[in-house]
């Protein structure tokens, strides 16, 4: 359904004013061919609203000759920005920077980070964007969770479809996305509300079986038949299985970069308004699909990249698979059982 340039404009504002946007401070907007045009206009208005002080950078699209599809997560790590200094130095300058073109992953968005920027990640259809428009409650669930990943040391995963996952975590961050960016050098991502964390280095293994129903990202597809992933030191071994299975090692080996196989993100989903059954319902091109991605109680895992967390692994590859009814555990207390949350203050 159509959404009202009003709905949107006023979204963005509580959007832009949960993100402490105040009048006179210095907003890049970052476009791109393929930005959303309602998003792009309505936000103009909203930061005008507020007081900002609005830039508009449109930067030319990139990777189109060497994707294997138009989804903006199909092919990440070198983006437009690279040796565009003075994009770059822009968007330094920025105190919030709002990225209709997806810069995530690349080294280039960590540089701006670091400069105390605060970035804002929004480039799902603008329907989606208002259905899972982010709360203070999002916000809390997040933050509780993210607060008990910090702290622990293990995380395991099971499932009744043959999951049986264990790594050790604490060596990189804790990456929290709850739907806007408070905090200065922070990043974030309107529509999500999940958190993850990346494995130590060398410590992932067992085995993780994508059962029929679950989604593979950024295919835009529910598996129609189980896929088992054998993962030993860290990395993925084996990809056994049927078609589904084949057509995932296909993909992954066209690439031709061993760091595809490095295990990524693993988290779980906190997001209430997010539906396992939406991918079916749109078009593989409308957007990211973060309603798979952060569905309440999923476990989404990941492989390829780890620039997000200051890692060195750049690879373009980047799968994003999220598992329904897996019991994930930190230390032994489980977070969700048969993909149901289950600390009370994650509810
Ligand atoms: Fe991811």
Same mark, same amino acid.
């Not at 209709?100 to 603008?126: N, V, Y």
């Given at each position: 359904?159509?959404?009202?340039?009003?709905?949107?404009?006023?979204?963005?504002?509580?959007?832009?004013?949960?993100?402490?946007?105040? $009048?006179?401070?210095? &907003?890049?907007?970052?476009?791109?061919?393929?930005?959303?045009?309602?998003?792009?206009?309505? &936000?103009?208005? $909203? &930061?005008?609203?507020?007081?900002?002080?609005?830039?508009?950078?449109?930067?030319?699209?990139?990777?189109?000759?060497?994707?294997?599809?138009?989804?903006?997560?199909?092919?990440?790590?070198?983006?437009?920005?690279?040796?565009?200094?003075?994009?770059?130095? $822009?968007?330094?300058? *920025?105190?919030?920077?709002?990225?209709?073109?997806?810069?995530?992953?690349?080294?280039?968005?960590?540089?701006?980070?670091?400069?105390?920027?605060?970035?804002?990640?929004?480039?799902?259809?603008?329907?989606?964007?208002?259905?899972?428009?982010?709360?203070?409650?999002?916000?809390?669930?997040?933050?509780?969770?993210?607060?008990?990943?910090?702290?622990?040391?293990?995380?395991?995963?099971?499932?009744?479809?043959?999951?049986?996952?264990?790594? *050790?975590?604490?060596?990189?961050?804790?990456?929290?996305?709850?739907?806007?960016?408070?905090?200065?050098?922070?990043?974030?991502?309107?529509?999500?509300?999940?958190?993850?964390?990346?494995?130590?280095?060398? /410590?992932?293994?067992?085995?993780?079986?994508?059962?029929?129903?679950?989604?593979?990202?950024?295919?835009?597809?529910?598996?129609?038949?189980?896929?088992?992933?054998?993962?030993?030191?860290?990395?993925? @071994?084996?990809?056994?299985?049927?078609?589904?299975?084949?057509?995932? @090692?296909?993909?992954?080996?066209?690439?031709?970069?061993?760091?595809?196989?490095?295990?990524?993100?693993?988290?779980?989903?906190?997001?209430? @308004? $997010?539906?396992?059954?939406?991918?079916?319902?749109?078009?593989?091109?409308?957007?990211?699909?973060?309603?798979?991605?952060?569905?309440?109680?999923?476990?989404?895992?990941?492989?390829?990249?780890? /620039?997000?967390?200051?890692?060195?692994?750049?690879?373009?590859?980047?799968?994003?698979?999220?598992?329904?009814?897996?019991?994930? *555990?930190?230390?032994?207390?489980?977070?969700?059982?048969?993909?149901?949350?289950?600390?009370?203050?994650?509810?």
């Amino acid at each position: 359904m159509a959404i009202s340039d009003l709905a949107l404009i006023e979204a963005w504002k509580d959007v832009l004013t949960l993100s402490k946007l105040t $009048a006179g401070e210095q &907003v890049c907007l970052l476009v791109s061919d393929d930005s959303n045009p309602q998003l792009v206009a309505t &936000v103009r208005t $909203a &930061v005008g609203q507020l007081g900002g002080v609005l830039t508009i950078l449109h930067l030319p699209p990139l990777n189109g000759d060497v994707a294997l599809s138009r989804d903006k997560s199909g092919y990440v790590g070198h983006t437009a920005l690279k040796g565009n200094r003075a994009a770059l130095e $822009a968007m330094k300058h *920025s105190d919030l920077v709002i990225d209709t073109m997806l810069l995530l992953f690349s080294p280039e968005q960590d540089e701006i980070l670091k400069t105390g920027a605060r970035m804002l990640l929004a480039c799902e259809p603008p329907e989606v964007m208002l259905r899972m428009k982010p709360t203070l409650d999002d916000a809390r669930r997040a933050g509780n969770a993210a607060a008990r990943l910090a702290k622990a040391k293990t995380l395991t995963v099971t499932s009744k479809a043959g999951t049986d996952f264990r790594c *050790s975590i604490g060596q990189y961050p804790v990456l929290k996305q709850q739907g806007f960016v408070d905090t200065r050098g922070g990043w974030d991502h309107w529509p999500s509300c999940f958190v993850a964390t990346w494995p130590d280095e060398g /410590t992932c293994e067992g085995t993780i079986v994508i059962d029929t129903g679950d989604i593979l990202l950024p295919f835009k597809r529910y598996a129609r038949e189980p896929i088992r992933i054998g993962i030993e030191g860290g990395w993925i @071994r084996s990809i056994e299985g049927g078609f589904e299975a084949e057509y995932l @090692r296909s993909y992954m080996e066209s690439f031709n970069d061993p760091d595809a196989y490095a295990m990524a993100h693993v988290g779980w989903g906190l997001h209430k @308004r $997010a539906h396992w059954t939406t991918l079916g319902l749109y078009d593989r091109e409308a957007g990211l699909s973060m309603d798979a991605r952060s569905f309440w109680g999923n476990f989404l895992w990941s492989s390829g990249p780890n /620039t997000e967390a200051g890692g060195t692994r750049n690879t373009p590859c980047h799968m994003d698979i999220p598992l329904r009814g897996c019991s994930l *555990s930190l230390d032994g207390e489980p977070m969700t059982i048969d993909g149901k949350v289950i600390p009370e203050d994650q509810k």
